[in-house]
């Protein structure tokens, strides 16, 4: 039996994205700060970024996604138990899994070493140097070099496992809900 119950993660995980949200509209530098995404990020050899010192556009547009993403999760909880429980988030879940597993995976594998005090993957990550995947290399920049920084990786990374947790959860409590309604039909029925 879980301690916590999987309408309480889910609650939780909700009003977390919802907390986020407000964070990244208003004063995103108070994300990047947080001792946890140093922690996770100089373990993983992330490199530090600045997009987040002051709101811009990319931040507002992420919170926007984060609230509507909290509370359109937020709203599937009030549904009859067994559609949540049993059919939306059950297949939510290792989706949700898999895409932030792949999304933690991207971002770890594919942080290049440069500006890296040696020349091995675990190296420390310095500030990276002019040109850094630009110029300097011959490399164009893409899309995915703003999701390169511990910042990014620490949210994907912290998803993963919550989504984890839920599944585990929620897997756990969908046999018992099958199990208690298979025991009022067949009660009833008799």
């Known amino acids: 039996m879980a301690l916590i119950s999987v309408k309480t993660i889910l609650t939780s995980l909700c009003l977390f994205h919802i907390t986020l949200a407000y964070f990244f ?11 946890l995404v140093y922690v996770l990020g ?15 556009a990319a931040s507002s547009f992420l919170a926007v996604s ?36 792949a999304l933690s995976l991207f971002t770890y594998l594919s942080t290049p070493s440069y500006g890296r005090s040696g020349p091995g993957r675990l190296s420390h ?4 140097p002019a040109g850094f995947l630009g110029a300097a290399t011959g490399a164009t920049a893409s899309g995915g070099d703003g999701l390169r920084n511990r910042v990014f990786f620490t949210f994907a990374f912290l998803e993963f496992l919550s989504w984890f947790w839920v599944w585990v959860t929620l897997k756990e409590e969908a046999g018992r809900f099958i199990a208690r309604k298979r025991r009022r039909g067949s009660s009833g029925s008799g």
């Open 125 to 128: 990550p310095l500030a990276p």
């Open 66 to 101: 984060l609230l509507l993403t909290g509370l359109s999760d937020l709203l599937t909880l009030s549904l009859p138990e067994e559609i949540w429980l049993i059919h939306y988030w059950s297949a939510q879940a290792p989706l949700r899994i898999t895409l932030f597993a």
């Open 25 to 35: 509209y208003t004063n995103p530098d108070a994300i990047a700060d947080q001792a």
């Open 42 to 56: 100089e373990a993983m050899g992330m490199p530090q970024t600045a997009s987040f010192s002051t709101p811009s």
